[in-house]
């Protein structure tokens, strides 16, 4: 099966946007369009339609276009049935489990709450493609605005869980301040310092780094590592995953 065609489409100041396509039907979706012009511009770009709204969470930076773009193009708006009454525009809630297509490609719906208590993640195992909205970040994760350290740690497990070939595509750019805070309690691994000066590179010719690859997340992100008993010894800690995990949470907020 030919895989999903995925574009970036940066908004805001570090916002990225994402439109699938896939090939076989020309089905066209786009993922958290917190609003509606960039999207507007890059279908007309491309002469393409828009038949689905995909939605992570209810964030205003990931749905601020929801309403505009279903006017324009007739789309159809999947999000979580959890934020039912917080996504504007919601056409069908989906939640654990469920399938999404668009057109032949499928995804498996994970709920991953924490940043939000409603937040979902789409995984397209076909062609190794997530899109985790603001639970999953380059080097980071998502701020717990509605969950406990608990709750986003279990969500990231599952995350963890994907294939090493996974590409991960998060809600933001975020990955040059991620990586400066990862080094601060992490300097001495070897693949965060490799990422952080692939990093460091794209930045400075003003690329993305997003798509993250997954296989180099789990081991440089120290978000995805709070049951590493090394980095828990490199925070002065016990072994406790879930408190290593609130630990970092809480440093990088004040960082
Ligand atoms: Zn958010
Ligand atoms: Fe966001």
Redesign the pocket.
């Known amino acids: 099966m030919p895989e999903l065609e995925t574009s970036l489409i940066p908004a805001f100041s570090d ?1 990225y946007i994402y439109l699938l396509r896939d090939p076989a039907t020309g089905t066209v979706a786009v993922v958290d369009p917190g609003a509606a012009e960039p999207v507007a511009d890059a279908l007309t770009a491309r002469g393409w339609p828009l038949h689905l709204i995909l939605v992570t969470h209810h ?1 205003a ?2 749905t601020g276009g929801n309403l505009a773009l279903k006017e324009r193009y007739g789309a159809r708006i999947l999000g979580p049935a959890a934020d039912r009454n917080r996504i504007p525009g919601l056409d069908e809630g989906v939640a654990e489990g469920d399938t999404v297509r668009v057109g032949d490609a499928a995804a498996r719906v994970i709920e991953t709450p924490g940043h939000t208590s409603g937040h979902i993640s789409f995984h397209f195992a076909e062609s190794d493609a997530l899109f985790c909205g ?1 639970t999953l970040f380059s080097l980071g994760c998502g701020r717990l605005f509605e969950g406990t350290p608990s709750t986003m740690w279990q969500s990231l497990l599952k995350l963890r869980a994907l294939p090493d070939e996974t590409k991960v595509h998060c ?2 750019e975020y990955t040059a301040s991620n990586a400066r805070f990862a080094l601060s309690v992490d300097g001495r691994n070897p693949d965060l310092i490799r990422r952080a000066a692939e990093i460091e590179e794209l930045r400075t010719r003003g690329e993305p780094t997003i798509p993250a690859s997954l296989g180099e997340e789990k081991r440089a992100n120290p978000f995805l590592r709070a049951d590493d008993p090394a980095l828990a010894a490199a925070l002065g800690m016990e072994a406790d995953p879930v408190a290593v995990f609130a630990t970092l949470r809480a440093r990088k907020d004040a960082f």
């Open positions: 916002n964030h930076d990931h603001d809600g933001h």
